[in-house]
C-alpha cells in the first residue's frame, strides 16, 4: 500500500530553467513532510521540509509547497544547477510515530 | 561531525547463507533506523530503535531477520538465511531523539545469488 506516490520517475530540466517535483499521499495522519535528495552509491541527504501547519517553505534555491487539502506537495527548484541531478524522495511522517513513509522517488536530470 | 557509518559497502551471498551488517549512528543520536530499498522503490522501514529498546519492527520479517542496538549505541542487523528476494540496499539512518529529521548512512548493497 504505497501512502506516498511520486508519479514521475524521471524529469529533465535545462540548466537556469526551474524544476517542479511532485508528490502526492493518501494518508491524512501525515504531519510533516520531507525531500530528500540521493546520488548514486549513497545513502539519501536531507534537503527540505515542511510541516502540516504550513504551505511553504523557502531554503534558498529550493522551495516546499503544501496542499493539504489535495493531499499534494511539490517541490521547486530554482535555478537548476547540473549538480542538482540525483533522485528525489518525498517522505511523510505521520503524527503517531517518527518511521518516514518514502515515495519511489523521481530521478532529476539538469542538462547544460 | 561524522556521518552515519555502514559496512561492509557491499556483500554478495548465496541464498540460505547468512549475513550482517553493522551501522555506527552519529554521536548523539538516540534513534537508529534500519531501511530496506529495493531497485526502483523508495526505503521501506525495517525496524526503529530509540536507545537500546525496538520501538517498531512491524514491518521486519522476523522468521529471518533480525536486529540488536547493545548499549544504545552500535547496531547490526542479520539475515538468517537470506532469500533473493532480500537483494536490496540496506540504508541505516539516525536522528536526534524528537527530531523529525533522519540522518542517513551511505548503506550496504546485497546481492543474493
Known amino acids: 500500500d504505497q501512502q506516498v506516490k511520486q508519479n514521475s520517475p524521471s524529469l529533465s530540466v535545462q540548466e537556469g530553467r526551474i524544476s517542479i517535483l511532485n508528490c502526492d499521499y493518501t494518508n491524512s495522519m501525515f504531519d510533516y513532510f520531507l525531500w530528500y535528495k540521493k546520488y548514486p552509491a549513497e545513502g539519501p541527504t536531507f534537503l527540505i521540509s515542511i510541516s502540516s501547519i504550513k504551505d ?17 506537495l511539490s517541490l521547486h527548484i530554482v535555478p537548476s544547477q547540473p ?11 505521520p503524527n503517531s510515530g517518527y518511521a518516514l513513509n518514502f515515495g519511489k522517488g523521481t530521478s532529476l536530470l539538469v542538462t547544460p | 561531525e561524522a556521518g552515519v557509518a555502514q559496512s561492509p559497502r557491499y556483500k554478495i551471498i548465496e541464498k540460505r547463507q547468512s549475513v550482517a551488517f553493522w551501522c555506527n549512528p552519529i554521536s548523539g543520536h538516540a534513534t537508529l533506523y534500519w531501511y530496506q530499498q529495493i531497485l526502483g522503490q523508495g526505503p521501506k522501514l525495517l525496524i526503529q ?10 514491518q521486519l ?3 529471518r531477520f533480525s536486529a540488536e542496538r547493545l ?5 547490526t542487523l542479520k539475515i538468517q538465511p537470506a532469500k533473493l528476494e532480500d ?19 551511505p548503506g550496504t548493497r546485497l546481492t543474493v545469488t
Not at chain 1, 511553504?56 to 499534494?72: I, M, P, Q
Not at chain 2, 548499549?71 to 547496531?75: F, L, M, Y
Not at chain 2, 537483494?87 to 548512512?105: K, M, N, P, R, T
Open chain 2, 87 to 105: 537483494s536490496a540496499v540496506y540504508l541505516c539512518a539516525s536522528s536526534v531523539e524528537g527530531s523529525y529529521e533522519q540522518y542517513f548512512g
Open chain 2, 49 to 58: 530503535f530509540q536507545n537500546n529498546g525496538v520501538v517498531d519492527d512491524s
Open chain 2, 61 to 63: 520479517p522476523k522468521d
Open chain 2, 71 to 75: 548499549k544504545g549505541v552500535d547496531s
Open chain 1, 83 to 93: 549538480g542538482d541531478s540525483a533522485v528525489y524522495f518525498c517522505a511523510a511522517r
Open chain 1, 56 to 72: 511553504k517553505n523557502e531554503d534558498g534555491r529550493f522551495t516546499v509547497f503544501l496542499n493539504k487539502s489535495a493531499k499534494h
